[in-house]
């Protein structure tokens, strides 16, 4: 994906996350809002109902008798004298009805001397708190009257809308991760970058070499002297074969590095499992005279993979085992099917692992560490990479060590 198109979905994705959580900000404080009348709405027709009851009906007030004087200070008119009682009983029967479920205190006033004669804490809980200070200003206007005050309304409307609340945070915690993702993506696609970079530079650093290796050597088995010696056309023709295959190789990574998405392609295809080990067997053994391998498959054999990637899981898993044993290399490969699928063995007569050990080998840049893995150069990638390729094929690889030394790798390759 170019730098440009990157950007312009970034951008997009946050902005439309940034709208919405406004958009649900605003949407809270509408929701708030609404709470407040619809609570204003129902207190005041429940101390509606309480002057009316008060009063002796609804013909005795010319006008509403309820004047909200501040957003939670409610004074309430009436016609007759009452004792605080019966104002009790009406005031939480009232709520209980209308469903106004929080504190409130409530005042009386002496019609004569304009003083609060009575006052009262009401809580939910029955427990009047004691450092809680109301205030109850007097009614100029009014002879006979009760005030209710609820200190509590903003954290009772705050309460009802917990959903909203929630709602937000979740939005801003989803924002919060989308640019931490958004940063994570662009830090991994600078680092991508600079891979790509380096291997195009090293392989191309490779191809120079390479290319004096190969016209070298053709020149070499071009000479009579070579000509006349089956030896050393049998390594001239080595040398030639190998040299061509690594380039081949080289090509490969050249094309893997110019674009990513194609790193991991694969180009399946039927591969009969005797001659295409026993060549790489063979080959190996060139190189190290010391190795024994065995084989043990039979000609019927065969694997649906791809030759590059499967030759390089081979190559990896014989590698190690050569590597990583004391004595002289024997390697036992063998297959076998069962009515789940093929499994092909590597059984070696290494130093092992332990056992503690062996779920991470297949990590990437995970060693062993030993006496013997010190001395031994490596980046432990490559069963990390023998890994992803069994993926990507939809098999599976495990290891286990061997009962008397060594281990012996597995891989399953279902029908």
Wanted: net charge positive; with cysteine.
């Amino acid at each position: 994906m170019k730098i440009k198109k990157l950007n312009i979905i970034i951008t997009l994705g946050f902005v439309a996350i940034i709208g919405i959580l406004i958009a649900q900000l605003l949407w809270v404080r509408q929701a708030y809002n609404l709470e407040d009348r619809k609570f204003n709405q129902k207190v005041s027709i429940a101390l509606q109902e309480v002057a009316e009851k008060l009063s002796g009906g609804k013909t005795s007030f010319t006008e509403n008798p309820v004047q909200i004087i501040a957003n939670d200070y409610y004074v309430v008119n009436t016609n007759n004298e009452f004792h605080p009682v019966v104002l009790e009983h009406y005031l939480r029967t009232e709520f209980n009805r209308f469903q106004v479920n929080t504190d409130y205190v409530y005042a009386l006033y002496n019609c004569h001397s304009d003083k609060m004669i009575y006052g009262k804490y009401m809580s939910k809980n029955q427990e009047s708190p004691s450092d809680k200070v109301i205030n109850f200003p007097k009614h100029k206007n009014l002879i006979y009257y009760f005030s209710i005050r609820f200190p509590d309304k903003t954290t009772y409307l705050i309460s009802s809308l917990r959903f909203w609340y929630l709602l937000t945070f979740a939005l801003i915690i989803i924002l919060l991760v989308y640019v931490y993702s958004i940063y994570t993506i662009i830090q991994q696609k600078k680092f991508s970058e600079l891979q790509r970079d380096f291997i195009n530079n090293m392989t191309h650093e490779f191809k120079t070499p390479l290319s004096s290796i190969l016209l070298a050597s053709e020149s070499l088995s071009k000479q009579d002297i070579v000509k006349e010696s089956p030896k050393l056309q049998t390594y001239t023709s080595i040398i030639i074969n190998q040299s061509y295959k690594l380039n081949n190789h080289i090509e490969k990574i050249l094309n893997i590095a110019k674009n990513d998405s194609s790193g991991l392609s694969l180009k399946p295809q039927k591969i009969i499992l005797l001659p295409f080990i026993q060549e790489i067997a063979d080959t190996i053994k060139q190189k190290n005279e010391d190795i024994t391998i065995i084989i043990e498959i039979e000609n019927s054999f065969s694997i649906i993979a791809d030759e590059f990637h499967f030759t390089n899981i081979i190559y990896n898993i014989l590698d190690n085992s050569i590597k990583y044993c004391e004595t002289k290399p024997q390697i036992l490969i063998s297959a076998y099917k069962d009515s789940k699928g093929l499994y092909l063995k590597f059984k070696d007569n290494g130093m092992g692992i332990p056992a503690k050990n062996i779920p991470h080998i297949f990590e990437k840049f995970y060693r062993v560490n030993t006496k013997k893995s010190e001395g031994i150069n490596g980046f432990g990638l490559g069963l990390f990479y023998v890994k992803k390729i069994i993926r990507q094929h939809n098999w599976k690889i495990s290891v286990e060590n061997n009962k008397d030394r060594g281990i012996t790798t597995t891989i399953f390759s279902p029908f």
